[in-house]
């Protein structure tokens, strides 16, 4: 391509501050260096985890920074060392990435990886090293990814390839929120044919983690949230009972366990909030339930009474929903194609990049369940 080996000058949403609405920039984009693609990026989903680290982290040593983790696009051009992907090819960016060689990535009981920022720079969420620049001045990428951007650079380790056809405004939502919840409901948690689950926080991971609930076989799926409008939304998702914890005096873990008779089998957390995470724990049955933590935070510590783990529960957590997503996400991909996995009903908004604060709003004020932002139209 014409720009290939060249800076790209391109819009960006950059936030130069926490707490502080994103400002659409002109930045610059470097050329892709050894093992790297340079992306353009066609559409983005805006995250909890996007407005988490915005408004919450209170890391102000990691600004300014392009968000955005939730992308798909095409391949522009590619550095040295580049076989996997050539111009032209759809793809979508990962933020949860394996390098294949280290001792987590050679182990089968994990999709963690040693070398992924996660484990690296899990505080600032991003790596000092970056492509980007803003007005003279260095500019982070979000979890190694930056999807609020037209064009984003990314190792060739953090980036998989899908099919051409696929509809890249509807399949940016695997690169985050459908694996996550899906994934730690089918993957981590394990649920059974004929369980009792539990989902704390209807937003796009809560209702692909009650999607996932349902897909496992689960008799009875309890949607727990205190925006009581979502609820109609999770029952076409597969929820069969609903509970807005305001809506009782009591704490919700003892409305739960009245509902079912001692205790959901499974529970997932996905809100991130360390005071539901426990709820979630408390909510499940002595002797096998399993709590999953899935709604990301990094800034609180989470507690309860070792008698809640000594009773035979299980408290575990979920990265990416336990899938390996270089290998996952293209077979994904073609379930919706094929009409097995509908994320339409996910997107309840869709706006171009220059409104991008307005979805911070619609999300703040629990308005949306997932807006997609046109990057590059």
Same mark, same amino acid.
């Given at each position: 391509?014409?720009?290939?080996?060249?800076?790209?000058?391109?819009?960006?949403?950059?936030?130069?501050?926490?707490?502080?609405?994103?400002?659409?920039?002109?930045?610059?984009?470097?050329?892709?260096?050894?093992?790297?693609?340079?992306?353009?990026?066609?559409?983005?989903?805006?995250?909890?985890?996007?407005?988490?680290?915005?408004?919450?982290?209170?890391?102000?040593?990691?600004?300014?920074?392009?968000?955005?983790?939730?992308?798909?696009?095409?391949?522009?051009?590619?550095?040295?060392?580049?076989?996997?992907?050539?111009?032209?090819?759809?793809?979508?960016?990962?933020?949860?990435?394996?390098?294949?060689?280290?001792?987590?990535?050679?182990?089968?009981?994990?999709?963690?990886?040693?070398?992924?920022?996660?484990?690296?720079?899990?505080?600032?969420?991003?790596?000092?090293?970056?492509?980007?620049?803003?007005?003279?001045?260095?500019?982070?990428?979000?979890?190694?990814?930056?999807?609020?951007?037209?064009?984003?650079?990314?190792?060739?380790?953090?980036?998989?390839?899908?099919?051409?056809?696929?509809?890249?405004?509807? @399949?940016? /939502?695997? =690169?985050?929120?459908? !694996?996550?919840?899906? #994934? $730690?409901?089918?993957?981590? *948690?394990?649920?059974?044919?004929?369980?009792?689950?539990?989902?704390?926080?209807?937003?796009? @991971?809560? /209702?692909? =983690?009650?999607?996932? !609930?349902?897909?496992? #076989? $689960?008799?009875?799926?309890? *949607?727990?949230?205190?925006?009581?409008?979502?609820?109609?939304?999770?029952?076409?998702?597969?929820?069969?009972?609903?509970?807005?914890?305001?809506?009782?005096?009591?704490?919700?873990?003892?409305?739960?366990?009245?509902?079912?008779?001692?205790?959901?089998?499974?529970?997932?957390?996905?809100?991130?909030?360390?005071?539901?995470?426990?709820?979630?724990?408390?909510?499940?049955?002595?002797?096998?339930?399993?709590?999953?933590?899935?709604?990301?935070?990094?800034?609180?510590?989470?507690?309860?009474?070792?008698?809640?783990?000594?009773?035979?529960?299980?408290?575990?957590?979920?990265?990416?929903?336990?899938?390996?997503?270089?290998?996952?996400?293209?077979?994904?991909?073609?379930?919706?194609?094929?009409?097995?996995?509908?994320?339409?009903?996910?997107?309840?908004?869709?706006?171009?990049?220059?409104?991008?604060?307005?979805?911070?709003?619609?999300?703040?004020?629990?308005?949306?369940?997932?807006?997609?932002?046109?990057?590059?139209?």
């Amino acid at each position: 391509m014409a720009t290939a080996g060249k800076v790209i000058k391109c819009k960006a949403a950059v936030a130069w501050e926490p707490n502080k609405p994103l400002v659409i920039e002109e930045i610059e984009v470097a050329p892709p260096q050894k093992n790297e693609i340079r992306i353009k990026v066609a559409a983005s989903g805006m995250c909890h985890s996007d407005l988490y680290y915005l408004f919450e982290a209170k890391n102000s040593a990691g600004f300014p920074i392009v968000l955005g983790h939730e992308g798909a696009g095409v391949v522009e051009s590619v550095g040295p060392g580049v076989t996997e992907f050539k111009p032209g090819d759809k793809v979508i960016p990962l933020g949860a990435y394996r390098c294949g060689e280290c001792r987590l990535c050679k182990n089968p009981e994990t999709n963690m990886c040693e070398k992924c920022w996660s484990n690296i720079e899990s505080a600032q969420m991003s790596s000092s090293d970056t492509r980007f620049s803003c007005r003279g001045k260095p500019v982070l990428q979000f979890v190694g990814t930056s999807t609020f951007s037209e064009y984003t650079v990314l190792n060739q380790i953090a980036v998989t390839k899908i099919h051409p056809d696929a509809r890249l405004d509807r @399949v940016c /939502l695997f =690169a985050c929120s459908f !694996c996550t919840g899906y #994934g $730690a409901a089918v993957n981590t *948690a394990k649920v059974q044919p004929g369980s009792v689950c539990a989902v704390f926080g209807m937003g796009a @991971v809560g /209702l692909a =983690a009650v999607m996932g !609930c349902k897909s496992a #076989g $689960a008799s009875r799926i309890i *949607a727990v949230d205190i925006n009581e409008e979502k609820f109609e939304k999770a029952k076409i998702f597969g929820a069969t009972d609903f509970v807005n914890p305001k809506a009782h005096q009591k704490p919700i873990s003892e409305v739960l366990i009245e509902m079912t008779n001692g205790g959901v089998d499974y529970s997932l957390e996905c809100v991130g909030d360390v005071t539901v995470m426990r709820s979630a724990l408390e909510s499940v049955v002595k002797g096998w339930g399993v709590a999953v933590i899935v709604g990301w935070n990094n800034v609180e510590d989470v507690s309860t009474r070792p008698v809640q783990l000594i009773a035979g529960r299980t408290l575990k957590g979920s990265m990416f929903g336990g899938y390996i997503g270089k290998e996952s996400i293209p077979k994904l991909v073609l379930d919706h194609m094929a009409g097995r996995l509908n994320l339409d009903e996910f997107v309840t908004h869709t706006v171009k990049m220059d409104k991008i604060n307005d979805v911070v709003e619609l999300m703040k004020k629990g308005k949306c369940i997932r807006a997609i932002i046109n990057i590059s139209k």
